[in-house]
T-cell receptor, first 117, second 115 residues
Framework: ETGVTQSPTHLIKTRGQQVTLRCSSQ?????VSWYQQALGQGPQFIFQ???????GRGNFPPRFSGLQFPNYSSELNVNALELDDSALYLC????????????????FGPGTRLTVL | DQQVKQNSPSLSVQEGRISILNCDYT??????FLWYKKYPAEGPTFLIS?????DKNEDGRFTVFLNKSAKHLSLHIVPSQPGDSAVYFC??????????????FGEGTQLTVNP
């Protein structure tokens, strides 16, 4: 069991609204990443938080923002929702030691299915 | 710009036979490659990985092969079982000190293993 949980499971919003998705990382993990998976595609990297600070961002506009908290939880906020934001949003946590040069496995949550009407 | 590509959207094999899933990449800075398996309504689950300094890694029924010169990797499952039916994603990462654990995924291949 990965220990990564996400809420809510499903969410329906209308265009222009704002949404907050939540993720509880596995205990002890210092890094959380968020991904957007559109239907029929692979997950696309949105951004990553390392020790509560943004540490890398994919090709997503500023209306996608996030937070990571000391208790291993994190949030993904999306403002001014657009129809194309409809997707499965995945969070993944890992323990990263940047100076080690080593890759550490990411553990994914089950995702939040967002529908924008 | 699709840096990781899985050209086969689907693959169907008979139980007991070998499943071979393929993946190509374009970014020579990728340092680590992974395969994830995903069932409906679940998040991706890590399956097997390989570092760029190796050309093969084996774990039970699963073997990943890496051909750096061709920028190609493949996942072999033998023997295939009906429970292996899922979407398989190929993913790649740069070195941890520059990219953390950021993953670039392919589009996925739906594997169906028929009894």
């Amino acid at each position: 069991e990965t220990g990564v949980t996400q809420s809510p499971t499903h969410l329906i919003k209308t265009r222009g609204q704002q949404v907050t998705l939540r993720c509880s990382s596995q205990s002890g993990h210092n890094t959380v990443s968020w991904y957007q998976q559109a239907l029929g595609q692979g997950p696309q990297f949105i951004f990553q938080y390392y020790r509560e600070e943004e540490n890398g961002r994919g090709n997503f506009p500023p209306r996608f923002s996030g937070l990571q908290f000391p208790n291993y939880s994190s949030e993904l906020n999306v403002n001014a929702l657009e129809l194309d934001d409809s997707a499965l949003y995945l969070c993944a946590s890992s323990l990263v030691v940047l100076t080690s040069g080593l890759y550490n496995e990411q553990f994914f949550g089950p995702g939040t299915r967002l529908t924008v009407l | 710009d699709q840096q990781v590509k899985q050209n086969s959207p689907s693959l169907s094999v008979q139980e007991g036979r070998i499943s071979i899933l393929n993946c190509d990449y374009t970014n020579s800075m990728f340092d680590y490659f992974l395969w994830y398996k995903k069932y409906p309504a679940e998040g991706p689950t890590f399956l097997i990985s390989i570092s760029s300094i190796k050309d093969k890694n084996e774990d039970g029924r699963f073997t990943v092969f890496l051909n750096k010169s061709a920028k190609h990797l493949s996942l072999h499952i033998v023997p295939s079982q009906p429970g292996d039916s899922a979407v398989y994603f190929c993913a790649a990462s740069g070195r941890a000190e520059t990219s953390g654990s950021r993953l670039t995924f392919g589009e996925g291949t739906q594997l169906t293993v028929n009894p």
